[in-house]
Protein backbone atom coordinates (compact mmCIF):
# COMPACT_ATOMS: atom_id res chain seq x y z
CA UNK A 1 0.00 0.00 0.00
CA UNK A 2 1.26 3.21 -0.77
CA UNK A 3 2.02 5.95 1.74
CA UNK A 4 -0.23 8.72 1.02
CA UNK A 5 2.12 11.29 2.65
CA UNK A 6 4.90 10.73 0.42
CA UNK A 7 2.78 10.97 -2.93
CA UNK A 8 1.45 14.22 -1.39
CA UNK A 9 4.76 15.65 -1.02
CA UNK A 10 6.19 14.27 -4.45
CA UNK A 11 3.27 16.27 -6.19
CA UNK A 12 3.64 19.76 -3.88
CA UNK A 13 7.16 19.75 -5.28
CA UNK A 14 6.22 18.63 -9.00
CA UNK A 15 3.86 21.76 -8.61
CA UNK A 16 6.46 23.40 -7.00
CA UNK A 17 8.92 23.29 -9.81
CA UNK A 18 6.43 23.93 -12.66
CA UNK A 19 5.48 27.25 -10.83
CA UNK A 20 8.94 28.39 -10.37
CA UNK A 21 9.46 27.26 -14.42
CA UNK A 22 6.31 29.62 -15.09
CA UNK A 23 7.73 32.19 -13.29
CA UNK A 24 10.95 31.69 -14.78
CA UNK A 25 9.50 31.80 -18.06
CA UNK A 26 7.79 35.02 -17.26
CA UNK A 27 10.64 36.68 -16.27
CA UNK A 28 12.90 35.63 -19.19
CA UNK A 29 10.12 36.08 -21.63
CA UNK A 30 9.99 40.27 -19.47
CA UNK A 31 13.67 40.37 -19.83
CA UNK A 32 13.88 39.77 -23.13
CA UNK A 33 11.23 42.93 -23.94
CA UNK A 34 13.15 45.25 -21.88
CA UNK A 35 16.20 44.06 -23.62
CA UNK A 36 14.70 44.97 -27.00
CA UNK A 37 13.77 48.33 -26.09
CA UNK A 38 16.70 49.18 -24.68
CA UNK A 39 18.48 48.70 -27.56
CA UNK A 40 15.92 50.00 -29.74
CA UNK A 41 16.82 53.15 -27.88
CA UNK A 42 20.22 52.71 -27.61
CA UNK A 43 20.06 52.56 -31.61
CA UNK A 44 17.94 55.42 -32.12
CA UNK A 45 20.52 57.53 -29.78
CA UNK A 46 23.52 56.11 -32.01
CA UNK A 47 21.52 57.40 -35.20
CA UNK A 48 20.89 60.68 -33.36
CA UNK A 49 24.75 61.31 -32.43
CA UNK A 50 25.63 59.95 -35.84
CA UNK A 51 23.23 62.97 -37.65
CA UNK A 52 24.83 65.69 -35.29
CA UNK A 53 28.32 64.46 -35.53
CA UNK A 54 27.66 64.85 -39.35
CA UNK A 55 25.98 68.02 -38.96
CA UNK A 56 28.85 69.22 -37.13
CA UNK A 57 31.61 68.12 -39.29
CA UNK A 58 29.46 70.14 -41.96
CA UNK A 59 29.19 73.32 -40.24
CA UNK A 60 33.07 72.76 -38.93
CA UNK A 61 34.25 72.54 -43.07
CA UNK A 62 32.01 75.56 -43.68
CA UNK A 63 33.38 77.57 -40.53
CA UNK A 64 36.90 76.64 -41.42
CA UNK A 65 36.16 77.79 -45.68
CA UNK A 66 34.39 81.18 -44.16
CA UNK A 67 37.57 81.90 -42.39
CA UNK A 68 40.30 80.48 -45.21
CA UNK A 69 38.36 82.78 -47.13
CA UNK A 70 38.15 85.87 -44.83
CA UNK A 71 41.98 84.97 -44.18
CA UNK A 72 42.60 85.66 -47.69
CA UNK A 73 40.89 88.66 -48.16
CA UNK A 74 42.22 90.20 -45.46
CA UNK A 75 46.07 89.31 -46.98
CA UNK A 76 44.60 90.70 -50.39
CA UNK A 77 43.26 94.21 -48.73
CA UNK A 78 47.13 94.09 -46.85
CA UNK A 79 48.78 93.63 -50.66
CA UNK A 80 46.46 96.88 -51.73
CA UNK A 81 47.40 98.56 -49.08
CA UNK A 82 51.47 98.18 -49.82
CA UNK A 83 50.90 98.67 -53.16
CA UNK A 84 49.47 101.83 -52.46
CA UNK A 85 52.03 103.04 -50.09
CA UNK A 86 54.78 102.27 -52.77
Known sequence: MPRPLAASFQANITIFELIQD???TNFLTKFHEDWKSINQ???LRVNKANVDAAQQTTDKRRSQKLTMSTLCSDELKMID????DD
Request: with cysteine; hydrophobic share 50%; glycine share 0%.
Open 41 to 43: CDL
Open 22 to 24: IIE
Open 81 to 84: IIKE
